[in-house]
């Protein structure tokens, strides 16, 4: 079992849908909660980075974690053609040396159709 | 300021041959990761480097390597090239072994 799971999609809406994207995790160490978005032919950029249960909001962008259930979720509202992209979840613990052990779920491709 | 530069960002290669791929930080990140992306596997992480000192390293065989200047500039090598190695090989930078990654676009490398 992947210590990281993320259903890879394709996911297709239509523009102005509320997108919801989940990963669940296996390993209880982790600390920190991130979402990556990756256009084609780009690297990876952060869009939304958690520590702790709860929701976090940055505009249309909802970042949840529930580290009982070991489950992440990145909602997007009022979803544009613009937001079109792989959307990764990733993990990390952090070890006494301040080295990252950085687990990524494989990504979820959406697609926002007008 | 600049991103992460990441040279060449196409190359094909046959099988046997040896590849290396550059990688420049962004200015004043001083740790830089290589990570492995295809399809299948997703986003495998290989190493990590920090002020020329490799801090931490992923499950990949020893064809594998790298190597970062003091400039901070990065480099990795991939010996005996496979079929399986062809991916999108992708350069992060960031301010400390435990700081937010910053990307390059990669260099997608094809073995034929």
């Known amino acids: 079992q992947k210590e990281v799971e993320q259903d890879p999609g394709p996911l297709s809406v239509p523009e102005g849908a509320i997108v919801s994207l989940n990963c669940t995790y296996s390993?209880?160490?982790?600390?920190?909660f991130m979402w990556y978005r990756q256009y084609s032919r780009k690297g990876p950029e952060l869009l939304m980075y958690?520590?702790s249960s709860g929701n976090k909001e940055d505009g249309r962008f909802t970042a949840q974690v529930d580290k009982s259930s070991k489950y992440i979720s990145l909602f997007i509202r009022d979803s544009q053609p613009s937001d079109s992209a792989t959307y990764l979840c990733a993990m990390t613990s952090i070890n006494a040396g301040n080295n990252r052990k950085l687990i990524w779920g494989l990504g979820t491709s959406l697609a926002v159709n007008p | 300021k600049a991103g992460v530069t990441q040279t060449p960002r196409y190359l094909i290669k046959t099988r046997g041959q040896q590849v290396t791929l550059s990688c420049s930080p962004i200015?004043?990140?001083?740790?830089v990761s290589w990570y492995q992306q295809t399809p299948g596997q997703g986003l495998q992480f290989l190493f990590e480097y920090f002020s020329e000192t490799q801090r931490n390293k992923g499950n990949f065989p020893g064809r594998f390597s790298g190597r970062q200047f003091s400039n901070s500039r990065s480099e990795m090598n991939v010996s005996t090239l496979e079929l399986g190695d062809s991916a999108l090989y992708l350069c992060?930078?960031?301010?400390?072994?435990?700081?937010?990654?910053?990307f390059g676009e990669g260099s997608r490398l094809t073995v034929l």
């Open positions: 390993n209880s160490a982790f600390q920190y």
């Open positions: 958690t520590y």
């Open positions: 200015s004043g990140h001083r740790s």
């Open positions: 992060a930078s960031s301010l400390s072994t435990a700081g937010e990654l910053f």
